[in-house]
């Protein structure tokens, strides 16, 4: 199996910056891709950003520019670094792991951007 164990949430005023961890561990191998998404109360959970094994990154239109998304393969950890930040960005935020055979995901950390 694969654990997939977040921080770095919390409680920022909209400007403010944060970085979120995600360390894999476990059966951590064809890994595909490993990204953020996040959800919001009364939404549905969407992607923020990913990144496949190719280094190939992808990004939420609402977050281009603003947040960038990066891995220590050493560490097995995958970053997300949000700047920028709105009251629009608060939601949980969770860490996702594809791979051959199947994709995981962590328990999430809150994200409150305040205005």
């Known amino acids: 199996q694969v654990q997939l164990v977040e921080s770095g949430g919390g409680l920022v005023q909209a400007g403010g910056s944060l970085r979120l961890s995600c360390a894999a561990s476990?059966?951590?191998?064809?890994?595909?891709?490993m990204g953020w998404y996040r959800q919001a109360p009364g939404k549905q959970r969407e992607l923020v950003a990913s990144i496949r094994s190719t280094g190939i990154t992808n990004y939420a239109d609402s977050v281009k520019g603003r947040f960038t998304i990066s891995r220590d393969n050493a560490k097995n950890t995958v970053y997300l670094q949000m700047n920028s930040l709105k009251p629009e960005d608060t939601a949980v935020y969770y860490c996702h792991l594809d791979r051959y055979g199947g994709d995981y995901w962590g328990q999430g950390t809150q994200v409150t951007v305040s205005s």
């Open positions: 476990g059966r951590i191998f064809s890994i595909i891709a």
